[in-house]
DNA sequence: CGAACCCTTGAGTCGGTTCAAAGCAGGTGG
DNA sequence: CCACCTGCTTTGAACCGACTCAAGGGTTCG
């Protein structure tokens, strides 16, 4: 318990750490990186099924994924979610509260994670004399905007097919950019889960990936997923309906 | 041509700019509006139908418009295209730029309309010295990720009367904080557009309409909306099916 | 006055949901 | 170590909400 304690609250030293590139994506030369030291997060072990944070609940900081798995959603008076997105290694969580000062999403550990926590306002502060640390941050910001467009034109737009294609295709890509297989990978969330992110059931979720499998496009095998045929199912999105 | 010309390259004042609460909603001093005078964007008409960019334009300035109304859209490969807003005066249009360095969407006038141009480099280089600026910057793109999550969930989860009845409460809400009847407007789009961004077709659209007035829920004359009973349509959200 | 565009309404269809049942791990406690 | 959960997944059959196709009416603008 105690030493879990030390461990949780280590210094994090950004200009050491293997996700910077995902994390700060462009432009640090090694002096700027130093100075990023002073940002000074703590690391912090989050166990699957813990939230890191909640609905409503105080914004001070944001969190980088130093790996792991982690959903964040949104809920309904009416007590139902919707899954806005799935997070893993280098991901920045968080950037939604800014705006509000409380957050205005759940996020749940899919698999004990471990995130960087980076106090807003010192990042905030840092950034004013650090032109290459506020460019990243504008730019993850925009990113995000922009990928929500595409979720919003996946859910707006396509069926259940090109959906399922889709979520494939960018966990693939998003594995692929991380250093891991394009080709195979272990799910980390439910077939419920990936169903309200995407805005379907779960039986459809299930039955698509059956349908998938049977067309020799994907194997399953429970949560393992292999893409046999990636090509088919860019083909698959290229024409919708 | 050539007084127009003269208009539209007008330097715009943000000290003495009637938008500013809605533009830069906290925190600005006299003297800090002096200093955001020298953000010196140019005023640009644009007429009803006309771009204000389109979807790999090169980024350089972001918008708020002045008066007026615009869509966003994004387009699908294979000629779709998927409606990702509605902007009116006092709005920010193109942060999702930020990220690529080019537009990732088209902007549309759907009316005549007047914008301010404010160069992206030089907002960004003000904002290092104006920590107040920064921090508007940065709520007004944290607060477009946490609405565009809000719509994921409509597109994701709700029915088609849902749908409508958030998007004319939205639409309410909006021209209300803006000094303008929350009870009846003019909308700006055509059926097939609020269909586009709300994930049905236009037919639905018009059915829905028809619906809620036999209903006595609001009253529609082509694009002139009243809301007859904004707490039944406020009922009609608080339980998802 | 005609053409183009937008909106409304009806009838039939279909993709995805709902409801239901059963199989399959993985974990726990007796 | 086995029995029994509990949670997740698969599959089938019936149903329904939104889509598709089609026709007609209204406005605007040249």
Redesign the pocket.
């Given at each position: 318990m105690k030493e879990d304690n030390i461990l949780n609250q280590l210094k994090v030293v950004c200009s050491l750490c293997s996700l910077r590139e995902l994390c700060l994506p462009i432009g640090f030369g090694p002096q700027e990186l130093e100075q990023l030291d002073a940002l000074a997060g703590s690391k912090k072990l989050v166990k699957r099924g813990e939230y890191l944070y909640r609905t409503g609940s105080p914004f001070s900081a944001i969190y980088a994924i130093r790996g792991g798995f982690f959903k964040t959603s949104v809920l309904h008076e009416d007590g139902r979610e919707h899954v806005t997105g799935f997070h893993m290694m280098g991901d920045i969580m968080g950037l939604d509260a800014i705006g509000s000062g409380a957050h205005v999403c759940d996020a749940v550990a899919l698999e004990t994670s471990e995130i960087c926590e980076i106090p807003f306002d010192r990042l905030s502060e840092l950034s004013m004399c650090m032109p290459v640390l506020q460019q990243n941050l504008h730019r993850i910001m925009s990113r995000e905007i922009a990928f929500d467009h595409e979720i919003m034109l996946m859910l707006g737009k396509m069926?259940?097919?090109e959906?399922l294609a889709a979520f494939l295709l960018n966990l693939s890509q998003r594995f692929s950019a991380r250093g891991y297989s394009a080709a195979s990978f272990q799910?980390r969330?439910?077939?419920?889960e990936i169903?309200s992110y995407l805005?379907?059931?779960?039986?459809?979720?299930?039955?698509?990936?059956?349908k998938f499998q049977d067309e020799g496009l994907i194997a399953?095998q429970?949560?393992f997923i292999e893409l046999k045929d990636a090509n088919a199912l860019k083909r698959l999105l290229g024409s919708l309906?």
């Open positions: 069926r259940a097919e959906r799910l969330m439910t077939r419920e169903g805005g379907l059931k779960l039986e459809t979720v299930s039955r698509t990936f059956s399953v429970k949560k309906a």
